[in-house]
C-alpha cells in the first residue's frame, strides 16, 4: 500500500493510524533488502545510505516534493496514478526516485495467490467431513499432513 500510487500521493492517507505502522514495516523491509538484494553491510556506510536515501525520496515522492519527473510531467504523473497499474507507473514516472523505483518494482512485480491456502483447505474438507467429526485436532492435523504429502510428492 505504501508504494501504490493511489495512496502514495493521497495527503488524508498520510494522517491515518495505519499509516505509521505500515510505514515501520517499510523501514524495516529496506533495512532487510539493502542487506540482502543490495548486499550492503548492515553495519556499514553503504547500507545507512542506502537506507537515508530511500526515506529522503519516499518523503519526497509522498510529499510531492520531486521536481525531477523524466517523460511526464509532475501534473501527468499525478494524473496517472489511478489510471495506470502501480508497477507500470513506477517503471515510467518513478525515475525522479531511483532507489525507492527499484524496491517499489520489485514488491510490486510479486504476484500473489492463495492456491496453497486452498489446497490445505480441501484437504481438510477431505479429512474433516460428517463421518469423521469426532477427530481430534492433532489427529486432523496429521492426518492432512499426510495426504497433502502424498499427493504432492511424487513417486
Same mark, same amino acid.
Given at each position: ?5 493511489? *495512496? ?12 505509521? *505502522?505500515? %510505514? ?7 533495512? =532487510? *533488502? ?16 542506502? /537506507? ?25 504523473? =499525478? ?20 532507489? =525507492?523505483?527499484? $524496491? ?8 500473489? /495467490?492463495?492456491?496453497?491456502?486452498? +489446497? ?7 479429512? %474433516?467431513?460428517?463421518?469423521?467429526? +469426532?477427530?481430534? $485436532? $492433532?489427529?486432523?492435523?496429521?492426518? $492432512? *499432513? /499426510? %495426504? %497433502? ?5 511424487? +513417486?
Amino acid at each position: 500500500m505504501l508504494l501504490h500510487p493511489s *495512496y502514495l500521493f493521497d495527503p488524508e492517507r498520510h494522517e491515518a493510524y495505519e499509516w505509521n *505502522y505500515i %510505514h515501520m514495516d517499510f523501514q524495516q523491509y529496506i533495512k =532487510l *533488502y539493502g542487506e540482502g538484494i543490495m548486499g550492503y553491510d548492515p553495519k556499514g556506510d553503504q547500507h545507512k545510505e542506502w /537506507v537515508e536515501k530511500c526515506n529522503e525520496e519516499l518523503e519526497s515522492i509522498a510529499y510531492q516534493n520531486a521536481n525531477d519527473w523524466p517523460l511526464l510531467t509532475k501534473e501527468k504523473a =499525478l494524473s496517472e496514478r489511478t489510471k495506470q497499474n502501480p508497477l507500470s507507473w513506477w517503471s515510467i514516472c518513478g525515475k525522479a526516485a531511483p532507489k =525507492l523505483q527499484l $524496491v517499489a518494482m520489485d514488491i510490486l512485480g510479486l504476484t500473489t /495467490v492463495a492456491s496453497a491456502c486452498e +489446497r490445505g483447505w480441501s484437504s481438510y474438507g477431505f479429512i %474433516h467431513s460428517k463421518l469423521r467429526n +469426532r477427530l481430534s $485436532v $492433532v489427529r486432523q492435523h496429521k492426518l $492432512v *499432513y /499426510v %495426504h %497433502h504429502n502424498l499427493t504432492e510428492c511424487p +513417486r
